[in-house]
């Protein structure tokens, strides 16, 4: 097919045959994420000002941002945002963040974003409770990204400090690509835009790596951004003291009943005590889970089944969710 560009539509989106993976994979249809997503945020009155929508070269990974109008901030507008795939290399994600009025860089807390569904059994109606809970508790959350804003314009970070977290960002948690790392330099030095607060503070640094990320791939954007906020925060002391519940899906029964499951926090601890190396650990190890259908009589594996296996194993063998490799995915894109 031709090369396609970062930025697509709802209607190319919907446009794209479905997968036929068998067994007990269970699709989740962009188009079935997207009318969900806008119908629950109009329910909730919240009204989006603009769609986003990216994906690779042939549709198969896809991710959608909502800008919505809010006047809680000055400097801030509510989004929220999800990510997708066909291909078995991503669950579905979504979260709600905030997005910077000047530049468009997008903050999502380290939390936000965290629940992700495998493709199989109830998959479906689990991401629709999850898009549903996120969006109930939009207002609430979005307080929390403006709160942690105003701690970071009072915290100071001098250049060592700088370099010394781009470079574990890069080197150790491999959650920057070179690109962003040269992007981010640039920044430095000559900043795109004004974020209202000294040039040293923690606001302005973090927006130069949120502005790099803007050149994430829509199979590792949403990660990224989460787990870079998971990392400043943890290094310069911004805690998750917040009463505000976060909610996770559950199962059918919840969607059915409108009863969420509700977790609630404990101060200052990270969200379902996962660390971050941990966390990182999770994501890189999703990329190549393979879900296996059996017989469960005897456990024996087709033939099908193992070439299928082989296939994925092949095709994600060099991609490295949080790595270099995330250069070679940017060829997809003519941004």
């Not at 249809?29 to 070269?57: M, W």
């Not at 903050?107 to 549903?132: F, P, Q, W």
């Not at 829509?218 to 925060?233: A, G």
Request: aromatic share 10%; with cysteine.
């Amino acid at each position: 097919m031709p090369r396609r560009t970062g930025t697509t539509t709802k209607e190319y989106l919907a446009s794209i045959p479905l997968p036929q993976h068998g067994g007990r994979y269970t699709v989740i249809p962009h188009k079935f994420i997207i009318d969900n997503a806008l119908s629950e945020l109009a329910k909730q009155g919240l009204n989006v000002e603009t769609e986003l929508y990216r994906c690779s070269l042939d549709g198969n990974v896809a991710s959608g941002v909502y800008y919505i109008q809010n006047n809680q901030d000055p400097e801030l507008g509510m989004m929220f945002s999800w990510s997708n795939s066909y291909d078995k290399t991503m669950k579905f994600k979504c979260a709600v963040g905030a997005y910077v009025q000047t530049s468009k860089n997008l903050i999502i807390k380290r939390d936000m974003g965290s629940y992700g569904r495998k493709h199989t059994g109830n998959a479906d109606s689990e991401a629709l409770l999850t898009i549903v809970d996120q969006i109930q508790y939009a207002s609430q959350n979005f307080a929390r990204i403006v709160d942690d804003k105003e701690k970071m314009k009072l915290i100071t970070v001098s250049k060592e400090e700088a370099s010394d977290c781009v470079g574990r960002l890069f080197l150790d948690k491999e959650l920057l690509t070179t690109e962003q790392l040269s992007i981010i330099k640039l920044q430095l030095k000559k900043p795109s835009f004004d974020y209202l607060s000294a040039a040293d503070s923690l606001w302005v640094f973090y927006n130069h790596i949120s502005f790099a990320l803007q050149k994430a791939h829509p199979k590792t954007w949403l990660d990224q951004q989460r787990l870079v906020n998971w990392f400043l925060c943890d290094r310069f002391g911004i805690n998750l003291s917040y009463s505000v519940p976060v909610v996770v899906a559950s199962t059918e029964t919840d969607l059915i009943n409108n009863d969420a499951l509700q977790i609630e926090q404990e101060p200052e601890s990270p969200y379902r005590q996962i660390t971050l190396e941990e966390s990182i650990a999770e994501i890189e190890a999703e990329q190549v889970s393979v879900e296996v259908e059996v017989k469960d009589s005897d456990y024996v594996v087709s033939v099908e089944e193992v070439a299928e296996v082989q296939d994925f194993t092949a095709e994600v063998d060099d991609f490295n969710l949080l790595g270099a490799s995330n250069n070679n995915m940017m060829e997809d894109f003519d941004l």
